[in-house]
């Protein structure tokens, strides 16, 4: 057995770049399950809502903390996750995390008191949920360059199938368990998340001794400007990416249409965002050029679908724009994980995405209240549709400010632009650290 990061290294050849296929197909399949065991679940997580209220006879708000407490600590433990998989590598991190997660909804089962789930589902489950995605996903990101935007695509598709599959599931087995048995069992199936990481296996580049420990890493990024910029473009899309997942229904039923058909028009956004994330990914690596431009465009296209929401009245407007909304949402995400190694080189994409994806939840937490709060101050929901498409238009301009973004810049080859990020954005141990 190897006992640790330096014998593994030892005993293994760097590789120069990503070999771009190989056993990363196998490091795709486990993000894809993976994505559907942490995101599936928390989409789907609603049905138990009306079992705590009753059980518990508490009001729905406290009972929403629930769910709330475990996005909000998966998003913010990212970069422990990131972190620690620096240090000893993916595997054992996402593996301790799988654990964490079945432990979580374990303990739930038992619980008496809305307290107990406080800390169970969203506090132990949370902080397993942190140490799993962003450390696979990171991973798969050092196993692909040209094909990182359709690994990716891949990857992620699984949040999207999970989401319709684990609602009626979850549904059948309140029927059938109750919620005891019901979250006994989803804890069973949070297990398969040590099973994903036992996939990992841990990658070594070229250029990984050049950009140092955890420690290192987050000093030098806190001073990319790059970088810097793209957190901000990133959170401001994150702003408004979410708001017709949360309001179009009730959007919807102000236009007087039926709650059934207003929650089929989400599930039509939720299918053409599937198909999106695959096209996206299949395009961000058959297009040439950096995929920034790619992004820029998808999102400048999410951002005006948005804002054209309140202006459509007839449903066949409604449902083009549901259709574009979905497509558009779902082709930016692959291609958003694919700028980041680009820009800050695939030996720091660890500290990179765990800190990119604690900052841009700011974004994601505050988007909704905000839209809520401008509907209750107008009266409807077109200011609401209006500002979110802005923030996504302005996270398009701020795309744009970044390196490779213009047509002369990306002739480079993938293995290339690392090595440019090297040069680059690396600082030095005996000199400042490196400038934009």
Same mark, same amino acid.
């Given at each position: 057995a190897l006992s640790g990061g330096s014998s593994v290294t030892s005993q293994m050849a760097r590789r120069s770049e990503p070999p771009d296929g190989g056993w990363g197909w196998m490091v795709v399949l486990s993000a894809f399950f993976q994505s559907a065991l942490v995101f599936g679940v928390l989409r789907s997580f609603g049905v138990f809502f009306v079992e705590f209220v009753a059980a518990f006879e508490e009001q729905a708000a406290r009972v929403s903390w629930i769910a709330s407490i475990g996005i909000a600590v998966q998003q913010f433990g990212s970069p422990v996750g990131s972190a620690l998989s620096t240090k000893f590598g993916p595997r054992p991190v996402v593996m301790a995390g799988g654990i964490l997660a079945a432990? =979580?909804?374990?303990? /739930?089962?038992? /619980?008496?008191?809305?307290?107990?789930?406080?800390?169970?589902? =969203?506090?132990?489950?949370? &902080?397993?949920?942190?140490?799993?995605?962003?450390?696979?996903?990171?991973?798969?990101?050092?196993?692909?360059?040209?094909?990182? &935007?359709?690994?990716?695509?891949?990857?992620?598709?699984?949040?999207?199938?999970? &989401?319709?599959?684990?609602?009626?599931?979850?549904?059948?087995?309140? &029927?059938?368990?109750?919620?005891?048995?019901?979250?006994?069992?989803?804890?069973?199936?949070?297990?398969?998340?040590?099973?994903? =990481?036992?996939?990992?296996?841990?990658?070594?580049?070229?250029?990984?001794?050049?950009?140092?420990?955890?420690? /290192?890493?987050?000093?030098?990024?806190?001073?990319?400007?790059?970088?810097?910029?793209?957190?901000? /473009?990133?959170?401001?899309?994150?702003?408004?990416?979410?708001?017709?997942?949360?309001?179009?229904?009730?959007h919807l039923q102000d236009l007087n249409w039926d709650p059934l058909p207003a929650a089929f028009l989400v599930s039509v956004a939720a299918i053409s965002d599937l198909v999106g994330r695959v096209a996206s990914g299949w395009l961000g690596d058959a297009v040439p050029g950096p995929v920034t431009r790619l992004l820029t465009l998808w999102t400048t296209l999410t951002g005006v679908s948005l804002a054209l929401f309140p202006i459509a009245q007839a449903p066949t407007a409604l449902v083009a724009l549901a259709v574009a909304y979905g497509f558009t949402s779902g082709a930016l995400t692959p291609v958003a994980f694919s700028v980041l190694p680009e820009l800050v080189g695939t030996g720091r994409i660890y500290c990179g995405l765990g800190l990119l994806q604690m900052v841009e939840s700011i974004g994601g937490l505050l988007g909704a209240p905000l839209s809520g709060y401008l509907r209750d101050v107008t009266g409807n929901y077109t200011a609401s549709f209006v500002v979110a498409g802005a923030f996504l238009l302005a996270g398009s301009g701020v795309l744009i400010t970044l390196p490779h973004f213009c047509f002369s810049a990306p002739t480079l080859k993938p293995q290339e632009l690392v090595t440019e990020a090297l040069d680059t954005k690396v600082p030095l141990p005996k000199e400042g650290l490196g400038e934009d």
């Open positions: 432990l =979580g909804m374990l303990l /739930a089962s038992f /619980a008496t008191s809305l307290i107990h789930l406080y800390l169970s589902i =969203g506090l132990l489950s949370g &902080s397993g949920w942190a140490l799993t995605f962003t450390p696979t996903l990171a991973c798969l990101s050092r196993y692909f360059s040209r094909r990182r &935007s359709l690994a990716t695509g891949l990857a992620l598709t699984g949040v999207g199938l999970s &989401s319709f599959a684990f609602a009626p599931l979850f549904q059948w087995l309140l &029927s059938h368990y109750a919620w005891r048995g019901a979250l006994l069992l989803v804890s069973a199936l949070s297990l398969h998340l040590v099973a994903c =990481g036992a996939l990992l296996r841990p990658l070594f580049l070229t250029e990984d001794p050049a950009v140092g420990g955890p420690g /290192a890493q987050l000093a030098s990024l806190l001073h990319h400007g790059p970088f810097l910029r793209y957190t901000v /473009a990133l959170t401001l899309i994150n702003t408004g990416f979410f708001i017709p997942y949360v309001h179009l229904v009730a």
